[in-house]
């Protein structure tokens, strides 16, 4: 059986330091006025960034799951 550091500490590494470098990305675009909330393509855009990052999170979680335990 793995360990922890084996399977989880990746994981959260791999989505807490991309989560803070995703963040940052948003907010410097937002900062710099390249997204305009206003409209509703950059609305648009903006909520398919954030569900491809939890999408993508989620599915690293299953498969993880699956891996370890079926």
């Not at 360990?3 to 937002?30: D, N, Q």
Request: proline share 3%.
């Amino acid at each position: 059986m793995p360990t922890f550091y084996e399977t989880w500490l990746p994981y959260i590494y791999l989505y807490g330091v991309g989560g803070i470098f995703f963040l940052s990305g948003m907010i410097l675009i937002r900062k710099s006025k390249a997204l305009n909330l206003n409209k509703k393509r950059h609305r648009f855009w903006k909520n398919v960034m954030i569900f491809g990052f939890i999408y993508f999170m989620a599915i690293h979680f299953i498969m993880t799951i699956a891996a370890l335990y079926w």
